[in-house]
């Protein structure tokens, strides 16, 4: 419950600083800030697009039904979700400096998952050592292209399983910033 209230925070702050730049349509609802409420019903959905997939944001909303599903505009309407997604924000953008790293964005998301996966499961005695790329063809600094792989395209990600059930204990999202395999690899299995 924390971690929402901050994430609510810090995207409430990031809305205040750029409510002018942010494109809103006259039928978008003017807010304030995004309520404890509509930030769980708003994750919730953005879950829930990871189980329905549609071909563009717009069609979760519809009406038509050749295409609707109902949850979606039930629970939010579009034109309060677009401007959620709009200014949803992890960290402050104030406090990014030179030094910050490429994950800086998504640090607070990235050390919060980490620290779950170690704190829920206790490992057995085999541990594995994986690399898996998470596709991704949209504008990122640190993309990687594999042309021998099936995804092509994406973020490299190398992280400690358990072999046995392949439940992840630690994970590393390469981010292009000169760190060598080697160091990765027992960054890795140090943090285990």
Known sequence: MMILYCYLLKSNLYHGQNAKKCEVSPKTLKRSNITPEEMRKFLGLIILMGQVRKENI????????????????????????????????????????????????????????????????????????????????GR??????????????????????????????NVEIYSAEGNKLEDTVLSLLDRN
């Open 58 to 137: 717009r069609d979760y909303s519809s009406i038509d039904p050749t295409i609707s599903t109902p949850i979606f505009p039930r629970t939010m309407s579009r034109n309060h979700f677009e401007p959620i997604c709009q200014s949803w924000h992890f960290s402050d953008n104030r406090q990014q400096t030179q030094d910050s790293g490429q994950l800086f964005k998504i640090w607070p998301v990235y050390e919060y998952f980490v620290q779950k996966f170690r704190s829920v499961h206790s490992p057995k005695q085999e541990p594995s050592l994986d690399e898996a790329m998470i596709p991704w063809r």
């Open 140 to 169: 990122l600094k640190f993309r990687t292209h594999n042309p021998g792989k099936i995804t092509k395209y994406g973020v490299l990600v190398r992280m400690v399983c358990e072999a046995v059930s392949g439940y992840i204990r």
